[in-house]
């Protein structure tokens, strides 16, 4: 999931946006996996900038914390 409003473009492709998860009816995103944390260097900044978009939004979070 993007944090910003709109889609933006990343090394891998690009990130859906709050407003296409939402566009499909979800309520849950899954944040922090270990993937994005390893080959896009996810930081924990970028993570808490995600969780408050998903809460703005008024998404459920299943958070994974990096354990290494």
């Known amino acids: 999931m993007n944090w910003r409003p ?5 090394g891998l492709g690009c990130e859906i946006s709050v407003k ?3 566009s ?3 309520d849950y995103v899954i944040l922090g996996l270990s993937e ?3 080959y896009l260097h996810e930081t924990n900044k970028l ?3 995600k969780i408050d978009r ?3 939004n008024a998404l459920k979070i299943i958070c994974c ?3 290494s």
């Open 6 to 10: 709109k889609c933006a473009p990343i």
């Open 20 to 22: 296409m998860i939402r």
């Open 24 to 26: 499909t009816c979800a």
């Open 36 to 38: 994005r944390w390893l």
């Open 47 to 49: 993570i808490a900038k």
């Open 54 to 56: 998903a809460l703005l």
């Open 65 to 67: 914390f990096r354990n």
